[in-house]
Structure formats: structure tokens, C-alpha cells
């Protein structure tokens, strides 16, 4: 069992900053894949940004450039950095899992392809 807890939301003017975060406790953190995911009011939840266990990282082209994603093995955490915000920005950001290696990359962008997810982190851009 895995349990994540993301952390970092909030309100935020259009062209501002945001450093999401997502503990993870239960299971080995080091060895797997974690992703990150938004989905706004209407819409399917989409895939953000993703990075292995060997810091291999993979970004949405909606994203690329605006964030990074990064891990802290020993805190167990894994982070979102958004810049340059805009309102289309606007979501619930979910934190997931994939217990497994060596997954392909269009794996790695559904949401079928992690075992566990987060309550969700609320991220408002206002314009």
C-alpha cells in the first residue's frame, strides 16, 4: 500500500510561481515512477509531467517549459514546479505512483498506467 499526500496549492495571479510537493509513504519511493496529473472542472484528468527512478523526466508539451518535475528520495517527496501560470492552468493536481520499471512513455501519460493516487492539491490561477 502506498499513501501520497500532496501539498502546495493555492491561489495564484496569472504569470506567478507555484512548488506543488507529494509525500509518499508505504512502499519503497526510490524504485518507481511517479507522475503528476491535473483535471479542471468539466474535463478527463490529463498528464502534467512524470520522472523515474533515475531522474528521467517527462513533460506534457501543454507544460514544457513552464515546469519541472523533481524527487527528494530521502524526504520520500516528489515535486512540481509550475512558472508563468495562466488561468487554462487551473485544476486539481493529483500525485500518482507506478510500482513498476521500464514503462514506456505513452504509458507513463495515461492515467491507467499508476497504481495510486493523491486526494489532489487545488491550483487556482486568476487572471
Known amino acids: 500500500q502506498v499513501q501520497l499526500v500532496e501539498s502546495g496549492g493555492g491561489l495564484v495571479q496569472a504569470g506567478g510561481s507555484l512548488r506543488l510537493s507529494c509525500a509518499a509513504s508505504?512502499?519503497?519511493?526510490?524504485?518507481?515512477?511517479m507522475g503528476w496529473f491535473r483535471q479542471a472542472p468539466g474535463k478527463e484528468r490529463e498528464f502534467v509531467a512524470a520522472?523515474?527512478?533515475?531522474?528521467?523526466?517527462y513533460h506534457a508539451d501543454s507544460v514544457k517549459g513552464r515546469s519541472t518535475i523533481s524527487r527528494d528520495n530521502a524526504k520520500n517527496t516528489v515535486y512540481l514546479q509550475m512558472n508563468s501560470l495562466q488561468p487554462d492552468d487551473t485544476a486539481v493536481y493529483y500525485c500518482?505512483?507506478?510500482?513498476?520499471?521500464?514503462?514506456?512513455?505513452?504509458?507513463?501519460?495515461?492515467?491507467?498506467?499508476?497504481?495510486?493516487w493523491g486526494q489532489g492539491t487545488q491550483v487556482t490561477v486568476s487572471s
Open positions: 500518482a505512483v507506478r510500482l513498476s520499471r521500464y514503462t514506456p512513455g505513452s504509458t507513463l501519460r495515461s492515467v491507467s498506467g499508476y497504481n495510486y
Open positions: 508505504g512502499r519503497t519511493f526510490t524504485t518507481y515512477y
Open positions: 520522472i523515474s527512478w533515475n531522474d528521467i523526466t
